[in-house]
């Protein structure tokens, strides 16, 4: 198959006077997951929708190529992009080979060669001894599958994924993440994953670019964006943060440097933990203010505590992370 990378300049959208999007550049490179990521209203599923021709892009407000083609000005059919919404978009009367073959009728291809690469992408997702279910006779996980599969069968360039697992139960979601994460990279297709789940995004995605009001504010691997955020938005979103503030900088740490021992040369006071099974989330005061820690719950047994205890603890400022303001 050929690989394409996406290269998006200087996109700008706006719904009448709001400014949905405001000068977005952005490289996906040829088989890369790229998750969009941020709150919601930030513009993930404008961009989304605009990389697939769904909103067509204003002429002035950038350009969108796939490899070496300007796209800006294709119809979402010349596109070649497929589609993988939360809302699976099946068509609940067919059957499950029925809803796989539909792009292939809509491109008509003979009949050996649609029974060919519905089988083998039947295959690949799990769903062979299913294929005349109908839609309503699946589970949400399995609907997901068939949806997966029909945008997979018609050979797209380019994967557009919107949202695709929150309607799915949390176990579920979790499984299917991991189906869709190896699937998409045994195929190789450069794809796009919208989400507002930082876990998510972190597990599926290559890299992640964190939006906010319309503009990226930083892009990286998930490993860059957790322990190096530029920002308090970006470190926030990514997770629990402490921040501390002087006249001339910001940092913070991460709950999990925060060291509980016996031996810790800081003292604390305990006022709420959160257990978490193999992990359990601690406040504690400290000179006055309160910072959030973590602890393997194996080691609290060798240093119990409980709320209202004093605590000792070591975190070392040499690790803690520099931020922009
Ligand atoms: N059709 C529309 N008309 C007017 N405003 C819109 C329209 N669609 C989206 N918006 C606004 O544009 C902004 C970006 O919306 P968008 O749906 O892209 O955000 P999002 O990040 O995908 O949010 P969510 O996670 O809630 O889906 C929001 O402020 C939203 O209210």
């Known amino acids: 198959m050929i690989q394409i990378d996406i290269r998006l300049k200087g996109i700008s959208h706006s719904y009448g006077t709001h400014k949905a999007l405001d ?18 209203g930030c513009g ?32 979402p059919q010349k596109r070649n992009a ?19 073959e539909y792009g292939l009728l809509m491109r008509k291809k003979d009949a050996a060669s649609r029974q060919r690469q519905v089988s083998q992408i039947m295959e690949k997702v799990q769903l062979t001894s299913l294929g005349t279910r109908k839609i309503q006779e699946l589970s949400g996980g399995q609907q997901q599958r068939v949806a997966l599969a029909r945008s997979l069968v018609v050979n797209p360039d380019v994967l557009l994924f919107d ?33 507002h ?18 503009q990226i504010l930083q892009t990286g691997t998930p490993r860059e964006v957790y322990e190096a955020p530029v920002n308090r938005f970006v470190a926030s ?59 393997f719950t194996k080691q609290v047994k060798d240093y119990p505590f409980a709320v209202g205890d004093s605590i000792r ?8 992370i520099r931020l922009q303001q």
């Open 23 to 40: 000068g977005i550049h952005l490289e996906v490179s040829q088989g890369e997951l790229v998750a969009l990521l941020g709150p919601s």
């Open 44 to 75: 993930k599923t404008t961009l989304l929708r605009i990389i697939a021709g769904l909103i067509p892009l204003d002429p002035g407000h950038g350009q969108i190529y796939f490899g070496s083609e300007e796209v800006s000005t294709w119809a």
């Open 82 to 100: 497929a589609m993988v919404f939360q809302s699976y978009a099946l068509f609940p009367h067919m059957t499950v080979t029925e809803n796989i």
């Open 163 to 195: 949202e695709p697992l929150s309607n799915l139960d949390e176990k579920l979601r979790v499984a299917m993440r991991q189906e869709i994460r190896s699937i998409q990279k045994e195929s190789g297709i450069t794809s796009v994953y919208v989400t």
């Open 197 to 214: 789940d930082q876990e998510e995004a972190m597990a599926i995605a290559d890299r992640i670019v964190i939006m906010r009001d319309g």
């Open 237 to 295: 979103f990514m997770g629990e943060c402490n921040f501390f503030e002087d006249a001339h900088s910001v940092t913070m740490c991460r709950p999990d440097t925060i060291r509980l021992s016996a031996e810790g040369t800081e003292e604390g006071t305990v006022t709420w933990i959160e257990y978490l099974g193999s992990i359990q989330k601690v406040k504690l005061v400290w000179h006055g203010r309160e910072l959030i820690a973590e602890a």
């Open 313 to 320: 603890f070591d975190f070392n400022v040499s690790e803690h």
